[in-house]
């Protein structure tokens, strides 16, 4: 009873918009100091801050949002929508097609799925509108593409996940690429399904000569490079994550000094963001930390698998049911603290049901991404709606469509799980 009433506390302070990072520490030390006194709360907040953070691992997590500015700085994300257009443009739905492509090159050496929401908006949206695409179809559907970079390696959130759930690091973020293309794959699909409705809603786009599309793959090249340098050391044994991270912050500060972009000024504000970031999810890991101590002492976790284990349901149907709570979770809280809040629960009973932990990684950070472009949060759905001067009825809506498109391939993952597992069985 008491656990209960404090993760109704819980979504009590992050509903009223106290910073998730505060409403985890706080519900955690009410619940510890009900439960144990001072003492305990005392003793939790002496040890905690430091040892929860104090990870070898976790340092691959502020190298990789800081590769990701430094791509940023570099101006290459800003070509990339322009290089795919070349070689997909002139089909119908071409220059659709190339904003998900785009997409999808700027997730592989991004992690974060708000920023390439942002950059997408800005380059894509406005040119998709103005060749003809409807307003809701072209904000939509760029909301959607923003969230592979949570899924295509190397990813921010599948980092955090390993660390959560003590697996290979290397191994969860190989887990992603394949998953993270057929993602894609089902984007566009959905795409032309929109299309037969209403053909006039994806027109064709330019065509380019051979020389554009020579050019475009240049342009291409020096992503190519970056992500070999990142995922292929990983998926080869011949760096850690966190020495791959190091490798991809080398291979991006080069580009940015290259296409003579370094500048003090475009650095160092590089460096602020990423501080800024960092702290942000090391303060959710630091109170996730305190409110699993909460969780250990009520003993929820070995009562809820001991409960879970006695029904007679089968498996696949309890993953159901925690598919629809991740999804509902999804909704209003930030995908770090979901993995933070839920994993050392649930983690357990997924593995008691026979589910391999690296395929939950990436089936339950593809739900909680779902999130990201419905209502009431959506917070990929107010970036664009911002960058793109829409309005957020209109990209939710435009959206839709496309989170359909997401809940089928993550039946389809759930009912065959071989399509998560076999890339990281070939390392």
């Known amino acids: ?22 409403a985890i520490l706080g519900a955690g030390l009410v619940g510890l100091f009900v439960l144990a006194g001072t003492d305990v709360v005392d003793g939790v907040m002496q040890t905690v801050p430091a040892t929860s953070v104090m990870s070898y691992s976790l340092s691959a997590v502020p190298l990789f949002i800081l590769m990701a500015h430094l791509l940023m700085l570099s101006g290459l994300l800003d070509d ?13 739905g071409g220059t659709a097609v190339a904003s998900i492509g785009a997409g999808t090159a700027f997730a592989s050496v991004s992690g974060s799925s708000t920023a390439a929401a942002a950059t997408l908006a800005q380059t894509s949206t406005l040119k998709m509108v103005d060749e003809g695409y409807s307003p809701r179809t072209a904000s939509g559907m760029v909301a959607v593409v923003g969230t592979l970079a949570a899924m295509i390696p190397p990813s921010i959130i599948l980092v955090f996940y390993a660390i959560t759930a003590e697996v290979s690091v290397g191994d969860q973020l190989v887990a992603g690429a394949l998953p993270g293309v057929i993602i894609a794959c089902a984007l566009v699909l959905m795409l032309y399904v929109t299309m037969l409705r209403d053909p006039d809603s994806v027109p064709r786009g330019a065509p380019a000569t051979w020389a554009d599309k020579a050019r475009a ?22 760096a850690t994550p966190t020495e791959a991270a190091a490798l991809g912050c080398a291979a991006s500060l080069i580009l940015v ?21 960092t702290a942000m999810i090391f303060a959710i890991i630091i109170g996730a ?51 933070a809040l839920t994993v050392p629960v649930v983690l357990p009973l997924v593995e008691t049901l026979g589910y391999d932990p690296i395929w939950f990684g990436v089936y339950m950070v593809l739900l909680a991404e779902i999130g990201l472009v419905t209502p009431p949060m959506g917070l990929n759905v107010f970036v664009v709606a911002r960058a793109a001067g829409r309005r957020v009825e209109e ?19 759930l009912l065959f799980p071989a399509l998560i597992l076999w890339v990281p069985s070939t390392m």
């Open 289 to 339: 930390h305190v409110f699993g101590h909460f969780l250990t002492e009520t003993r929820v976790t070995p009562t809820l698998v001991a409960w879970i284990g006695d029904l007679a349901v089968p498996a696949f149907v309890i993953m159901l049911f925690i598919s629809a709570v991740y999804v509902v979770l999804g909704f209003f809280m930030d995908q770090i603290a979901i993995i």
């Open 80 to 92: 990339l929508f322009g290089a795919a257009r070349a070689l997909v443009g002139r089909i119908r």
């Open 1 to 22: 009873m008491l656990a209960l009433a404090i993760v109704a506390l819980l979504l009590v302070l992050i509903l009223i918009r106290v910073p998730v990072s505060f």
């Open 217 to 238: 793959l240049l342009t291409a090249a020096p992503l190519v490079f970056v992500f070999a340098a990142v995922v292929g050391s990983i998926y080869l044994g011949l």
């Open 395 to 413: 990209v939710f809506r435009g959206a839709f469509p496309y989170v359909i498109a997401m809940l089928l391939v993550a039946l389809m993952f």
């Open 257 to 277: 000094i290259a296409r003579r972009r370094f500048t003090l000024t475009g650095v160092g504000h590089t460096l602020v963001e990423t501080t800024k970031s």
